[in-house]
């Protein structure tokens, strides 16, 4: 079955701390990536997703995800952090690219709960 | 841009009861998809509608049922309703062409007890 695993469910880091959120998922064929963030009491939002392309994807609050092939991974990450970077965040792949007609079918990782200390 | 729309924000059924739940997506979105959250499971996919039509389905029961309208907004029902069903119930939005996937944009949620 088509999965998404995320690695660590809870981190605590400090301000100016660096961020990394591990991502892996199961399939090896042609997939879109994307990173979802939940802040606390507020919708999802994206912050940034892998189509194909450059590896190395940008997103918004300066984060940014690196996507590597060969280990079925789409890894997250920020340099520096912030308080306001507390919330839950959430790796997604949809694996309907080149399926049927296409589609939009989001499998979503548990979720990684990140709590930055001021 | 208006977001994603969802209605109502917040309600409460009693098991066996049955409920809509509807979501209106940003406009030119044609295509719709509904999730679901809980603490147990996570954010689970139920169903895609795109064009009036369904597209994707997920490992959900027949208890739960979707459709779409012309104006591409949306509605969810689930009947017999079980406590089990209760939950915060996502939709979200996206371009969605026929043949390419596009990013999803989701609304606040609907949030279901079932008692």
């Known amino acids: 079955a088509q999965s998404v695993s995320q690695h660590n469910h809870h981190v605590i880091l400090s301000e100016a701390a660096s961020l990394e959120l591990g991502c892996n998922y199961s399939?090896?064929?042609?997939?879109?990536l994307f990173w979802y963030v939940q802040y606390p009491g507020q919708h999802l939002q994206l912050l940034l997703k892998?189509?194909?392309?450059?590896?190395l994807v940008k997103g918004i609050k300066g984060f940014e995800a690196e996507f590597i092939k060969s280990k079925f991974s789409f890894n997250l990450r920020k340099p520096s952090v912030q308080w306001s970077d507390t919330a839950e965040y959430f790796c997604?792949?949809?694996?309907?690219?080149?399926?049927?007609?296409?589609?939009?079918?989001?499998?979503f990782g548990g979720g990684t709960r990140v709590l930055v200390k001021p | 841009k208006a977001g994603v729309t969802q209605t109502p924000r917040y309600l409460i059924k009693t098991r066996g009861q049955q409920v809509t739940l509807s979501c209106s997506p940003i406009?030119?979105?044609?295509?719709v998809s509904w999730y679901q959250q809980t603490p147990g499971q996570g954010l689970q996919f139920l169903f895609e509608y795109f064009s009036e039509t369904q597209r994707n389905k997920g490992n959900f029961p027949g208890r739960f049922s979707g459709r779409q309208f012309s104006n591409s907004r949306s509605e969810m029902n689930v009947s017999t309703l079980e406590l089990g069903d209760s939950a915060l119930y996502l939709c979200?939005?996206?371009?969605?062409?026929?043949?390419?996937?596009?990013?999803?944009?989701f609304g606040p949620g609907t949030r279901l007890t079932v008692t």
């Open positions: 979200a939005s996206s371009i969605g062409q026929a043949l390419t996937s596009y990013e999803q944009y």
């Open positions: 399939y090896g064929g042609t997939v879109n």
């Open positions: 406009s030119g979105h044609r295509s």
């Open positions: 892998y189509f194909s392309g450059d590896p």
């Open positions: 997604a792949v949809n694996y309907e690219v080149k399926i049927k007609a296409a589609g939009n079918k989001l499998t």
